[in-house]
C-alpha cells in the first residue's frame, strides 16, 4: 500500500517534484562537477574502486604515484618507490575510456509518491540524468533501460543524442504515471534479465528503483548481472516509507484498494518502521553479498548533497 498522492503536505501537481520535464532533464548537466561520480585527471572518483580486479583485467591505465594513504588498497602500494624513498607509495588507476555504462531506471505508480522535496520518480529521473551527463563528461558510452508499465531501451553509446533519447524515454514514462496504474511485479527481474543479454564483462549497471521493487526474483537476477558487470545500487525511499507520523486517521492506496490506519495506535507504527527496516536491510545484506556500493536516496535532502555524501566515504562494501 502507499499513502495517495494527495495526502497532505506534499506538493502540489502544478509545483516542482510531481511531474519531471525533457528540460529539467538536460539542466542536470549544470550539476555534474558538484559531485565526483566518475575519475578526472585531477580527481579520483571512489567509484573506481568497483571491481578493482575485474578493472585490471579489462585493462586498467596507470595514472601516476602517490604517498599512501589510509585507505588506499594495499595490493597497489609501489614498492620500488617505497624501497626508493623509505616511505609508502601507492599506483593510481584510471578505468579505460568509453565504457558502457547502463542505466535500468524504473518509472512505475510505485513510484509516485512523496513526502518531501520531490516524488521518488522524479527522483529517479534526476539521478538517472546527472548520471548520465557525468558518464557522458567521462567519454563513457550511455544508455540504458526504462521499466513500468513498459520497457523502453536506448543501446550505450558515446553520443549526447543516445542520452538525450534515454532521457526523454524517461520523460514520457514520467508523466505517463497516474497512482491507480496496475503494477507488474516482474517488471523489474524481467528488466534486469535484458541487462544481463545486452551488457558485455566491463560494463556498469547502475539501478535505480523503489526500494520495495526488490522481490526474489530479482535478487536473483542481480546476483546474476553482478558476475559479468560492475554494479552500482541505488534505491529510492521515502520517509513515510519506512516510518509513519502519529497523525491520527490516514488513507492509503494501491489500485483499486484503499485502507484507513489509525496512526496513533504506536503498535501499528511500530510493525511498520521494523518493515522498513527490513527492506533497508534487504538491500544491505544483498550489496555486501555481492560486494558492490550501495546508495540510498530518499525525497527530503538534495540529490547531490546525498550522492557527496556517499561517496565522502569508502564503501565496505565495494569490492577491493
Same mark, same amino acid.
Given at each position: ?17 510531481? !511531474?519531471?520535464?525533457?528540460? &529539467?532533464?538536460?539542466?542536470? !548537466?549544470?550539476?555534474?562537477?558538484? $559531485? ?6 585531477? #580527481? ?13 583485467? !579489462?585493462g586498467v591505465d596507470f595514472d ?23 616511505? @609508502? ?14 542505466? $535500468?531506471?524504473?518509472?512505475? @505508480? #510505485? ?29 563513457? /558510452? ?15 553509446? =558515446? ?8 532521457l526523454d524515454r524517461v520523460t /514520457? ?9 496496475? *503494477? ?22 547502475? *539501478?535505480?528503483?523503489? &526500494? #520495495? ?8 537476477? %542481480?546476483?546474476?548481472?553482478? =558476475? ?12 513515510? +516509507? ?8 490516514? =488513507? ?14 504506536? +503498535? %501499528?507504527?511500530?510493525?511498520? =518502521? &521494523?518493515?522498513? &527496516? ?15 556500493? %550501495? ?18 566515504? /569508502? ?6
Amino acid at each position: 500500500m502507499q499513502p495517495q498522492a494527495s495526502a497532505a503536505g506534499q506538493p502540489t501537481e502544478q509545483g516542482s517534484g510531481i !511531474r519531471v520535464s525533457l528540460a &529539467e532533464l538536460i539542466d542536470m !548537466r549544470h550539476r555534474v562537477r558538484e $559531485v565526483p561520480l566518475f575519475s578526472t585527471p585531477h #580527481r579520483r572518483s571512489p567509484l573506481v574502486g568497483l571491481h578493482h580486479s575485474k578493472l585490471r583485467g !579489462r585493462g586498467v591505465d596507470f595514472d601516476q604515484v602517490r604517498i599512501y594513504q589510509p585507505g588506499d588498497d594495499v595490493r597497489t602500494i609501489d614498492w620500488r618507490v617505497t624501497a626508493r624513498t623509505q616511505e @609508502p607509495h601507492t599506483k593510481l588507476f584510471h578505468e579505460e575510456r568509453e565504457r558502457p555504462i547502463y542505466i $535500468v531506471i524504473e518509472q512505475s @505508480p #510505485r513510484l509516485f509518491f512523496g513526502s518531501g522535496r520531490l516524488f521518488k520518480s522524479v527522483l529517479a529521473a534526476q539521478a538517472a540524468s546527472l548520471i548520465g551527463w557525468a558518464a557522458l563528461s567521462h567519454n563513457d /558510452r550511455v544508455g540504458g533501460l526504462v521499466f513500468g508499465d513498459e520497457r523502453q531501451e536506448i543501446k550505450p553509446r =558515446r553520443s549526447k543524442q543516445s542520452l538525450l533519447q534515454l532521457l526523454d524515454r524517461v520523460t /514520457r514514462a514520467n508523466n505517463r504515471l497516474q497512482p491507480d496504474n496496475p *503494477i507488474d511485479p516482474d517488471a523489474f527481474s524481467m528488466a534486469l534479465r535484458r541487462a544481463r543479454e545486452v551488457l558485455r564483462p566491463g560494463s556498469l549497471s547502475v *539501478i535505480l528503483c523503489d &526500494e #520495495r521493487t526488490l522481490t526474489d526474483a530479482a535478487e536473483q537476477q %542481480l546476483s546474476l548481472l553482478a =558476475r559479468h558487470v560492475d554494479l552500482l545500487l541505488l534505491p529510492l525511499f521515502d520517509p513515510l +516509507d519506512h516510518a509513519l507520523p502519529a497523525a491520527g486517521l490516514l =488513507r492509503f492506496s494501491e489500485g483499486n484498494a484503499r485502507l484507513e490506519l489509525d496512526t496513533q495506535d504506536a +503498535d %501499528l507504527r511500530q510493525r511498520y =518502521r &521494523e518493515q522498513g &527496516e527490513a527492506r533497508s536491510a534487504r538491500w544491505q545484506r544483498l550489496a555486501d553479498r555481492l560486494r558492490v556500493p %550501495l546508495m540510498p536516496l530518499d525525497t527530503l535532502h538534495d540529490l547531490v548533497e546525498q550522492l557527496r555524501e556517499h561517496l565522502s566515504v /569508502r564503501h565496505p562494501s565495494a569490492r577491493q
